[in-house]
Nanobody, 114 residues
Framework: QVQLVESGGGLAQPGGSLRLSCAAS????????MSWARQAPGKGLEWVAG????????YYADSVKGRFTISRDNAERTLDLQMNNLTPEGTANYCC???????WGQGTQITVSA
């Protein structure tokens, strides 16, 4: 069955960095576009970044552009999100997603606080 398992969450200070990873299994990872989304406490789901199956096309939400970098390793079946210059507004549960399929991971919690 499809599994998406996120890791790398935790506590970061404003201005700090974290790297998230999503380990994928149960489907042909290299054939699907993937994305990261987040949900802050009391707010709706916000799409953060997406990457096409071949990794050549990448898209970011304006709120993270220039600070976050999405990448993938099709051989290792992993999706990463490098997050730099974090702000308190980045406090959220971050989930990876197989675009267009409705499959989501459980997410990993990020808290940005001094």
């Amino acid at each position: 069955q499809v599994q998406l398992v996120e890791s790398g969450g935790g506590l970061a200070q404003p201005g700090g960095s974290l790297r998230l990873s999503c380990a994928a299994s149960g489907f042909t990872f290299s054939k699907y576009a993937m994305s990261w989304a987040r949900q802050a406490p009391g707010k709706g789901l916000e799409w953060v970044a997406g990457i096409y199956a071949d990794g050549d096309d990448i898209y970011y939400a304006d709120s993270v552009k220039g600070r976050f970098t999405i990448s993938r390793d099709n051989a290792e079946r992993t999706l990463d999100l490098q997050m730099n210059n974090l702000t308190p507004e980045g406090t959220a549960n971050y989930c990876c997603n197989i675009e267009g399929t409705g499959h989501w991971g459980q997410g990993t919690q990020i808290t940005v606080s001094a």
